[in-house]
T-cell receptor, first 109, second 116 residues
Framework: DQQVKQNSPSLSVQEGRISILNCDYT??????FLWYKKYPAEGPTFLIS?????DKNEDGRFTVFLNKSAKHLSLHIVPSQPGDSAVYFC????????FGKGTRLHILP | NAGVMQNPRHLVRRRGQEARLRCSPM?????VYWYRQLPEEGLKFMVY????????ESGMPKERFSAEFPKEGPSILRIQQVVRGDSAAYFC??????????????FGPGTRLTVT
């Protein structure tokens, strides 16, 4: 039973444009939603979070939007940079972190 | 300020052998989590430990897997009689607190276990 779903395995975006990564969830008990970024041969690094009582959180180039009625969240990266090429994991937190399968983002020059 | 350290980074074991994976949390962190990532999958929670206590092992396979976090020294994830399906990347994470802020976990680089 996948509680967190990332339906796009990969995404390619031109440098300077907006990257939008999407995520759906089924567990209504999540207190927080998280985005982690992972480079090959490294552990995930925390990127940004959003409380379940908020609908938007912004940190520099990164903004996360939460639509609770649709059980959907998205991560916007603008402008996209070459160093943003990585795998992005969406996750929910309800006493433990539940990760999606990830979306591989390619930033094209 | 060193981050979460894991060793070894790569471990090769033959079927039936034992694998021991070590994790040293960040300085000042007393909460340790272990995750497993199978190929093409996301990370899956295995176990949550504090010093000398297993808090939540709901993600641990019922047999062959065990974890500890002793008073002194690193946390150990032990896999007995490994099988090919145990081949995966095993990540350790640590956090300084428990409760709602424990979603802020800091991950180590992982140990890649290959069972031949």
């Amino acid at each position: 039973d996948q509680q967190v779903k990332q339906n796009s395995p990969s995404l390619s975006v031109q440098e300077g444009r907006i990257s939008i990564l999407n995520c759906d969830y089924t567990n209504s008990m999540f207190d927080y939603f998280l985005w982690y970024k992972k480079y090959p041969a490294e552990g995930p690094t925390f990127l940004i979070s959003i409380s379940s009582i908020k609908d938007k959180n912004e940190d520099g180039r990164f903004t996360v939007f939460l639509n609770k009625s649709a059980k959907h969240l998205s991560l916007h990266i603008v402008p996209s940079q070459p160093g943003d090429s990585a795998v992005y994991f969406c996750a929910g937190f309800d006493d433990k972190i539940i990760f999606g399968k990830g979306t591989r983002l390619h930033i094209l020059p | 300020n060193a981050g979460v350290m894991q060793n070894p980074r790569h471990l090769v074991r033959r079927r039936g052998q034992e694998a021991r994976l070590r994790c040293s949390p960040m300085k000042g962190h007393s909460h340790v989590y272990w995750y497993r990532q199978l190929p093409e999958e996301g990370l899956k929670f295995m176990v949550y430990l504090q010093k000398e206590n297993i808090i939540d092992e709901s993600g641990m396979p019922k047999e062959r897997f065990s974890a500890e976090f002793p008073k002194e020294g690193p946390s150990i994830l032990r896999i007995q009689q490994v099988v090919r399906g145990d081949s995966a990347a095993y990540f350790c994470a640590s956090s300084p607190v428990r409760g709602s802020s424990s979603y802020e976990q800091y991950f180590g680089p992982g140990t890649r276990l290959t069972v031949t």
